[in-house]
């Protein structure tokens, strides 16, 4: 399966999502950053205190154009669109509207399993290879939208 990579994170100073590539920790530089509309190397991140500016200029790298943003908050696009055609990311929570898998009107999280992005809900008493809670691989659900993250609606 070829899909887009690409990841989002929410901004440090602002809390404001940020949709692009992802930079993270190297000899180069410290922190995280996601990059906005460019292609993998086309750019390096603003410098942080502990970053070797010499090192970096001998590569040619030109500087500025990442946010810094919170490793926690880091998920990647699962390469599938909900009902409404909205990208999913992992660390998205969904409303299954698929009652193969999960009862209808189920609220479901997604993230990534060694064998690949499932939905999971921690209520969930099935156990099976992929740990306790999971449900399915998330393309095997039909029917499914959006509703929140678990990091702006921790409650769902």
Not at 26 to 35: D, E, H, K, P, R
Not at 99 to 108: D, G, L
């Amino acid at each position: 399966m070829k899909r887009e990579i690409k990841f989002r994170g929410k901004k440090e100073d602002s809390g404001e999502w940020i949709y692009g590539n992802l930079h993270i920790p190297n000899s180069l530089f410290t922190g995280m950053f996601i990059c906005p509309n460019t292609t993998f190397g086309d750019i390096a991140p603003g410098f942080e205190d502990g970053d070797d500016f010499e090192k970096a200029s001998s590569y040619g790298a030109a500087i500025g154009h990442y946010k810094r943003i919170i490793p926690e908050t880091v998920g990647e696009f699962t390469g599938l669109k909900d009902k409404n055609g909205k990208d999913i990311y992992e660390g998205d929570i969904l409303k299954s509207h698929d009652t193969q898998f999960a009862k209808p009107e189920q609220y479901v999280s997604v993230k990534f399993s060694g064998s690949g992005f499932v939905v999971y809900n921690p209520k969930c008493c099935k156990v099976c290879k992929d740990g306790p809670g999971y449900i399915a691989h998330l393309d095997e659900f039909e029917s499914f939208e959006i509703i929140g993250n678990i990091y702006e609606n921790p409650g769902l």
